[in-house]
């Protein structure tokens, strides 16, 4: 069974850095797509970053030049370093490995998030 757990998420001020990182379990972190995604209070959860098992990437408007998704394959670990973080930042980061042969239905897992807090 796919399992992912995230660490690293807490308070930074405006313009500090965060690395989140995922532990995946079950499954080899580079063999489906991963991504970073995030759900403000009140807001829909939105898709923050994600690598393909290729090593392409995708990134949010938001996020783009700040922040950066990687994966370590022997520590079958997924990360995202953020930098120049934004009060707008703020959320909770949840972990995702997709499975299909496309993005549009398939099999997901999620890990159960971590917060990021910035303040101004």
């Known amino acids: 069974q796919v399992q992912l757990v995230e660490s690293g998420g807490g308070s930074v001020q405006a313009g500090g850095s965060l690395r989140l990182s995922c532990a995946v379990s079950?499954?080899?972190?580079?063999?489906?797509?991963m991504g970073w995604y995030r759900q403000a209070p009140g807001k829909q959860r939105e898709l923050v970053a994600r690598?393909?098992?290729?090593?392409?990437?995708n990134y949010a408007d938001s996020v783009k030049g700040r922040f950066t998704i990687s994966r370590d394959n022997a520590k079958n670990t997924l990360y995202l370093q953020m930098s120049s973080l934004k009060p707008e930042d703020t959320a909770v980061y949840y972990c995702?490995?997709?499975?299909?042969?496309?993005?549009?239905?398939?099999?997901?897992?999620w890990g159960k998030g971590t917060l990021v807090t910035v303040s101004s």
């Open positions: 995702n490995s997709h499975f299909g042969p496309s993005l549009v239905g398939g099999m997901d897992y």
């Open positions: 079950g499954t080899i972190v580079g063999l489906s797509v």
């Open positions: 690598i393909f098992s290729g090593g392409s990437t």
